[in-house]
């Protein structure tokens, strides 16, 4: 994937944020905690991500590759949708959906969202 970011940690955040944008309903599920969502973004992103998330400047598969832990990269990515979601709430804008807001920060339409991202079910 090319990613277009400030470093290479920026992008690995970004590799993380594109593959998790599918389970973003947690955080306006009010009835989970946020243990609850950290353990399922967790579970997620090891089930369907690689252990180590690798970011070159100069092209695919480069020794010299920057590499950034998956579950590291993940927990500070659901810091910062923990944050974004209480931030949301403080300024009275709770009633709108995380992933509709993500989604268009992204200039994306909420169209584009798999169906299974509407469920607010655990994909199988």
């Known amino acids: 994937?090319?990613?277009?970011?400030?470093?290479?940690?920026?992008?690995?955040?970004?590799?993380?944020?594109?593959?998790?944008?599918?389970?973003?309903?947690?955080?306006?599920?009010?009835?989970?905690?946020?243990?609850d969502r950290h353990s399922h973004v967790m579970l997620e992103a090891l089930m369907h991500m690689a252990t180590e998330i690798r970011v070159s400047e100069q092209g695919f598969d480069r020794v010299d590759a920057a590499r950034f832990g998956t579950p590291d990269m993940v927990h500070q990515w659901h810091q910062t949708m923990v944050g974004l979601a209480r931030l949301m709430m403080a300024a009275g804008l709770a009633s709108r959906p995380m992933r509709q807001l993500a989604t268009a920060a992204v200039g994306k339409s909420v169209c584009n969202i798999p169906p299974e991202a509407d469920s607010k079910r655990l994909p199988r």
């Open 1 to 35: 994937m090319v990613v277009d970011a400030m470093d290479a940690d920026a992008a690995a955040m970004h590799s993380v944020d594109l593959a998790m944008q599918p389970h973003l309903w947690i955080y306006d599920d009010e009835g989970l905690t946020d243990s």
